[in-house]
């Protein structure tokens, strides 16, 4: 690492004292880099990562949204029922029967609602930490709105 830094420690007008800082704080420095990345969240990082892909994204359903949504996104589990989860394979088939500005204006809300969540997350959690908008956007368009009654949400 031919660094200008590396360049600087050998400069013989350092004072030993200097060399010495310059020395320890390397060690220091890396410990506290590795402390830092280990004690940040993965998922604090993901959004801004990348986009999740389709398949990603039905897998991330699967592990966080079936428990009130269901397998198939009908809402026909315990959870979905007792907090009278909406039937995404019946709003699908709602959504084939609304003209353009409605459907844009019900998919802009079905966005919101997985980055906010519910009732200040009790009802449902904010996803915005885990799904960026363009992650909900396609969750909404390519996996919600084409549930089909029966058919599991999976990879
Ligand atoms: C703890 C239960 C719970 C979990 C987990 C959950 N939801 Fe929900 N969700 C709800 C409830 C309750 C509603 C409101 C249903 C209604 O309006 O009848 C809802 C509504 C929605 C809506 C409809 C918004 C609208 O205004 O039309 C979308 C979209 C949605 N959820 C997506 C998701 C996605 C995607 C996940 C997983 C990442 C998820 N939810 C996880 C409980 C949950």
Redesign the pocket.
Known sequence: MPSTLQHSALTPSRSAAARLLNLLSRPILGALLLGLLAATPGQAQAPAARAKTLQELKA??QQ??T???GLDGSAKTP?GKK????DFTRAAQDFRNLSGPASER?IR??IR??QKG?FFGI???A?KDQ?SPEDSTL??RDI?LKAEAGKAIQP
């Open positions: 991330f359903y966080n949204c428990r009130c949504h959870d907090l009278g989860g909406l019900e809300t079905m609602t997985i519910i009802t449902m959690p996803w799904l969750m909404v919600l």
